[in-house]
């Protein structure tokens, strides 16, 4: 006879033992289910489900489950399993088997609100203000930042073209600052140089915190030192320091550099975690990191031509992935909320857009362009006012510079990248141009030539060369229509993208000597201002706090707050000593606070 669980789909109740001692009438597997913690529950003809893993009962057991009833108590169906789950189930915000799709989404909905409504309480509104506009705003804002889109048009907000006042300079390092990275909390600031130390500062007021120096290898004396096995139990780096990345909760700080090994550091604590390098490392200098906003998983970059993804979340901390493609040095690498990420792969010219999940890639070629079209695309575009910032001449000498920059510099490397939401980037190279990629088209959608102007150099042969300065780093106000990118000339700049997301201007800049070698751009929680000793006192050029705008308002009468902008300055580049600023350049970083207008 066939078995009951192939004859039929439906399930089948067990007969009720009666009050006179009748047993079960035979048949075949029944089909329950118990009420409980998710940890152990049954399913379907007797097999149970303990801690996730399905294990599968014999027909005795089910069987003997089925006559072991109390007398008075009924059969199985009337026997309550659900065990001591608490008299505040529905309140624990857990799920109900009696409880539908509806009714789930209207809880979620309503935790939800409950959610919002307490934080506009506790830190962002009084609990007067609290209506229906506020949670209305709030619920938009969530909605546009889970769509990966830029909707943050605050840029005409500021006046970029007015002096920054407020201005924290942090000065520790011996050489020059290769990276400095903010905590999203505005409560530390993380700063690391070419001597190999990495410096903790208090954003508040500036001062240092804690140091983590290099370390002198025990066998630092033999020769081709590149080559040697790595000493993964060494607490700190025994090389240069080329890239530092903060968790977005603050809790991991991770570093990188030339001694080809991945640090993770406990953030609050100035603790050293755990070092990955060899089979789950990469084989050359690390030169570049990126967590993944809102979680732990970090995205490496490094000259071996590859990127790596690490989980270093508590329950993993672990290597997860290799991704191969570029052809050469993965110089610089963004990330966001998506897991995706853009890397830029220095002299094979290709800005790359990893689908983490879906294993694939978009590969954006740059570079060398013919002669025509270098004319068409960038000397006649720029014609029209703006394409040279720096560029106050008349029409001969911006006629001569165009013919300059249109013959001679074609993009030979890409040497840095931005994300500005989900699928729109900027990228930067050795000929200055910025470019304004989306994932929708192969080629830059804008070009800005000459973005930060020429470096003029001596030669006995040929007079005074004009070289156009490489863009040495990008970033973005995630989300908004704000970039800024930094060279060597002594100022970053800061361009606002237009409402279609198609073009790109220059607004103002911010006094920077030496070469810039990091950027970051944040906007910390309203209370940093108020706290800050640099922002709410005397700044560090000197004002007086007297005057009125001393003060740095959190944010004008239109909602829009302050932004942070983080930079890491010093006399060499990062990666190498191609040039040399001298004048005027300090080795270290400056975190300048930028305000709103006031609106009337």
Excluded at 232 to 240: F, I, M, Q, R, V
């Amino acid at each position: 006879m066939p078995d009951a669980f192939f004859t039929s789909s439906k399930p089948r109740k067990r007969k009720r033992v009666d009050s006179g001692g009748k047993g079960a009438s035979s048949g075949s597997s029944t089909t329950f289910t118990r009420k409980g913690p998710p940890s152990q529950r049954f399913t379907k003809h007797g097999s149970t489900k303990v801690n996730g893993v399905q294990k599968k009962k014999g027909r005795a057991a089910d069987e003997e489950l089925s006559d072991q009833t109390d007398e008075g108590e009924g059969g199985i169906d009337d026997m309550d399993l659900r065990g001591d789950l608490g008299e505040d189930l529905g309140e624990s915000g857990e799920e109900d088997e009696d409880e539908t799709p509806a009714q789930k989404r209207l809880r979620l909905a309503k935790l939800y609100l409950e959610s919002v409504k307490e934080g506009l309480a506790e830190g962002e509104f009084d609990a007067a203000e609290i209506d229906k506009e506020l949670i209305s705003a709030r619920l938009k804002q969530d909605v546009l930042e889970h769509s990966g889109k830029v909707h943050l048009f605050i840029a005409d907000s500021f006046d970029f073209t007015q002096p920054q006042t407020k201005v924290l300079r942090t000065r520790g390092h011996r050489f020059s600052v290769t990276s400095a990275v903010a905590s999203e909390s505005g409560k530390h600031l993380f700063t690391s140089g070419k001597e190999g130390s990495i410096i903790k500062w208090d954003l508040s007021t500036g001062k240092q915190l804690a140091t983590f120096h290099k370390i002198r290898p025990p066998s630092s004396n033999e020769k081709g030192k590149g080559k040697a096995l790595l000493d993964l139990s060494l607490k700190g780096h025994t090389d240069e320091v080329l890239s530092l990345a903060l968790s977005g909760d603050g809790q991991y700080l991770a570093s990188a550099g030339r001694d080809r090994k991945l640090v993770v550091w406990d953030a609050e604590k100035g603790e050293w975690i755990k070092a990955f390098g060899g089979n789950l490392g990469h084989k050359d200098i690390i030169s570049a990191l990126s967590f993944r906003k809102g979680t732990h998983q970090l995205y490496t970059g490094s000259f071996d031509r590859t990127l790596k993804v690490y989980d270093l979340s508590p329950s993993v901390m672990g290597y997860v992935e290799t991704l191969f493609g570029h052809q050469d040095h993965v110089l610089s690498l963004d990330s966001l909320h998506g897991e995706t990420c853009v890397s830029v792969g220095a002299r094979d010219k290709t800005v790359r857009y990893w689908k983490i999940v879906e294993e694939s890639q978009l590969v954006f070629r740059g570079g060398g362009r013919s002669r025509v079209r270098e004319v068409l695309e960038g000397g006649l575009r720029g014609d029209d006012e703006g394409d040279d910032p720096d560029d106050q001449m008349d029409g001969t000498e911006r006629a001569k510079e165009k013919e300059i920059a249109t013959k001679n510099f074609i993009e030979g490397s890409i040497e840095c990248v931005a994300m500005v939401d989900e699928t729109t980037f900027v990228s930067g190279g050795d000929s200055g141009s910025i470019c304004l990629w989306t994932t929708q088209k192969k080629k830059p959608i804008f070009t800005q030539p000459l973005a930060h102007g020429f470096n003029e150099a001596a030669s006995e042969t040929e007079g005074v060369i004009k070289t156009p300065r490489w863009i040495t780093s990008l970033a973005s106000l995630r989300f908004s229509d704000v970039i800024v990118s930094g060279s060597w000339e002594g100022n970053i700049r800061i361009w606002k993208l237009d409402a279609k997301l198609k073009s790109f201007t220059l607004v103002g800049t911010v006094p920077a000597p030496g070469v810039v070698n990091s950027l970051q751009l944040l906007l910390p929680p309203k209370d940093f201002f108020e706290r800050s000793s640099w922002i709410s006192s005397k700044g560090s050029m000197g004002e007086d706090p007297t005057q009125e705008d001393s003060i740095v308002p959190t944010q004008n009468k239109g909602g829009i707050q302050s932004i942070l902008l983080v930079a890491g300055l010093g006399q060499e580049h990062r990666l190498g000593r191609w040039l040399k600023v001298k004048e005027g350049a300090v080795n270290g970083a400056i975190v300048v606070a930028m305000s709103p207008r006031t609106l009337s």
